[in-house]
């Protein structure tokens, strides 16, 4: 298992050390001059002159790397060009936000689409397949922004029972200790508060969560179909067992394993995904930071986005599939 | 003897090639639910090709005095906020949408073709290498490796192909390698060998085309991706350069601060939007199914 873990994280080193030369050309490789590339209309000739010195531009290529590298090692992600304040902490500040997004979204899409694949399964052919199918087929063809807006319209705007857009009512008001909402109304027993916080996550929630619920369903009825016809099964109902029983141990014990692969490769499509999310819904967290970002030019933000991401992407791949190995012996040695 | 039988081998070569494609469109063509791909998809190219001869009005040009009006007779969708007529926007829109989706998946075709055919064919280090670029291209997470490529050549829809094309290049080239490389140790690619056939034939004769059927049901599922990804990047503002321009994802962005007064305006552009990705999801299903019958339950 040690063998495993150790020959799964050497094989991450050659995909960071790819990403870094990716993300050191989206910086130094600009087209024309990186420095007033990055400066935009602020450009002065001391502020060009100094973030020329900042990023070595007149040292050559590779060194200008290995500083960059050297930078990252130190987990020194650099300064916002537009608040001159380190990224990190910005980072920190709003990434408890996309947290509480994507896995509201990730509670919604496991919650219902387990159940529903399996019924599905259980159903296959009939009426209530084809009903899952047809949700499934529109779960992936409606794109997240033509989704929330339609919620927002027909529950926050016509219906007005759920809110619109941000995290908290503004005139509520919290103090934060984790920059959870949902976390820190809890500490605080402010539970009018957490309800709040609650409503105004459902809608953004579900319109993330669509396109997960869509896969992991399909995912679920395929593999519970595969399992339904393998002989253990039969033996199992065979011996006499309660459908319950089948459907529970001999069943799902087995289909479980390509859905939990699914539910892993979702959180990168999640954490995309909330840059649309977080921007329909002013959900004040990093997806929202991004587009923004992009707005005013501030690149360093941008890279560091994207580096955060793809390493927060790797690593719940990396715990999904270790954690697979642990169920699932085959892998382990194979 | 050898000369009778080397025209009767290549014409059940022949035949056989003829009856895998015929077969597949005949399981196709009885496909319920990819007939209606197809007729979505049927309806999108007829409106982005037509859209002159169709649309009422100029796409761009409005009067202000007809901002915003509500669906009727004169405008069936409606009109915008520059009032400029919604449906004609929707048709020249699909000229935009199909454009660049359909050249995105072609230039991804291409690079991920490339790549994966080089990797499954060769092997080795040069597999080693391609496909660990592959994993880096992976890691970034969809639509953001298209924002932040898109963030770096600036707006436009050659950007915006190139972008897209990024994120698909990479799991075309993943698909293309792992059904070349089960295709090497298949019985026909070791009948081949054994016979004699020279690297390149065995490789453009055998595998190859074994090896497509995965890449096409892949690129067509990749063009509802594609179409939804390229209104992607318009709603979050990285749309075309000239923000006249009829682009579904900017008209959304558009209408989002006017969804009380106009709701129709997020109505009409997300239709089209869901409908084209319908049809080519519903046809990808299909083709997947049809060309290989073991797949269909």
């Given at each position: 298992m040690t063998k495993y873990i150790i020959r799964r994280l050497l094989a991450a080193i050659p995909v960071l050390f790819g990403l870094s030369i990716i993300l050191f050309a989206f910086i130094h490789l600009l087209p024309g001059d990186p420095a007033v590339a990055l400066l935009g209309q602020h450009a002065t000739p001391e502020l060009t002159a100094e973030i020329r010195a900042q990023l070595g531009l007149d040292q050559p290529l590779w060194q200008q790397y290995l500083a960059y590298l050297g930078q990252l090692l130190h987990g020194d992600l650099g300064k916002s060009?537009?608040?001159?304040?380190?990224i990190i902490d910005e980072f920190l500040l709003r990434f408890p936000g996309t947290v509480e997004l994507t896995v509201g979204a990730l509670i919604f899409a496991v919650g219902l689409g387990i159940p529903l694949g399996r019924y599905a399964a259980r159903h296959v052919q009939g009426f209530g397949d084809g009903m899952v199918t047809v949700i499934s087929l529109l779960g992936i063809s409606i794109p997240i922004f033509v989704l929330g807006l339609t919620l927002q319209y027909i529950f926050a705007v016509q219906l007005k029972w759920l809110p619109a857009s941000g995290r908290l009512d503004p005139r509520i008001a919290i103090e934060y200790h984790t920059n959870f909402v949902l976390i820190d109304t809890l500490l605080d027993g402010n539970i009018p508060a957490f309800f709040n916080g609650l409503s105004h996550l459902i809608l953004p929630a579900i319109a993330l969560g669509s396109i997960p619920l869509a896969i992991i369903t399909r995912i679920t009825r395929a593999s519970v179909l595969d399992v339904t016809n393998e002989d253990y099964v039969r033996t199992a109902r065979a011996k006499g067992l309660s459908e319950r029983r089948v459907g529970g141990r001999h069943i799902m014990r087995n289909a479980w394993l390509p859905v939990v692969t699914v539910i892993g490769l979702q959180v990168g499509g999640l954490l995309a995904g909330a840059v649309i999310t977080e921007t329909i819904f002013s959900w004040n967290g990093v997806g929202r930071w991004t587009v923004q970002a992009i707005q005013d030019h501030d690149y360093f933000v941008v890279q560091s986005i994207i580096l955060i991401f793809a390493l927060i992407f790797l690593v719940v791949n990396l715990v999904v599939d270790i954690g697979y190995a642990f169920i699932n012996p085959r892998i382990r040695y194979a | 003897m050898a000369t009778v039988a080397a025209p009767r081998a290549r014409r059940a070569e022949a035949r056989a090639s003829r009856g895998l494609w015929r077969d597949a469109f005949n399981r196709l063509m009885r496909n319920g639910p990819a007939l209606v791909g197809l007729f979505f998809i049927t309806v999108f190219f007829a409106a982005a090709i037509f859209a002159p001869f169709i649309a009422p009005y100029d796409p761009i040009a409005g009067s202000l005095a007809d901002r915003l009006q509500l669906p009727s007779a004169a405008h069936i969708m409606g009109t915008d906020l520059q009032g400029r007529d919604e449906f004609s926007r929707i048709l020249y829109g699909a000229r935009v949408s199909l454009f660049v989706a359909v050249g995105s998946v072609i230039m991804a075709l291409i690079m991920g073709g490339i790549a994966g055919a080089t990797a499954g064919a060769v092997g080795g280090k040069v597999d080693n290498v391609v496909m660990r670029i592959v994993d880096v291209m992976l890691a970034i997470p969809g639509i953001l490796l298209a924002i932040g490529i898109v963030a770096w050549l600036g707006q436009g829809l050659p950007q915006i192909m190139i972008a897209v094309a990024a994120t698909n290049a990479p799991i075309f080239a993943r698909i293309l390698r792992g059904s070349l490389l089960a295709n090497r140790e298949v019985d026909y690619v070791s009948a081949a060998r054994s016979l004699g056939a020279s690297r390149s034939r065995m490789l453009f004769r055998h595998m190859l085309p074994n090896s497509l059927t995965a890449l096409i049901v892949a690129a067509t599922l990749a063009l509802a991706t594609a179409i939804i990804d390229v209104a992607g990047l318009g709603f979050l503002g990285l749309g075309p350069a000239d923000p006249r321009t009829p682009e579904w994802g900017t008209m959304l962005t558009d209408a989002t601060r006017f969804i009380r007064q106009a709701p129709y305006l997020i109505f009409f552009p997300g239709l089209a939007i869901v409908v084209a990705a319908i049809g080519f999801n519903l046809l990808g299903d299909g083709l997947r199914e049809s060309l290989d019958p073991r797949m269909k339950r």
């Open positions: 060009i537009i608040t001159n304040r380190p | -």
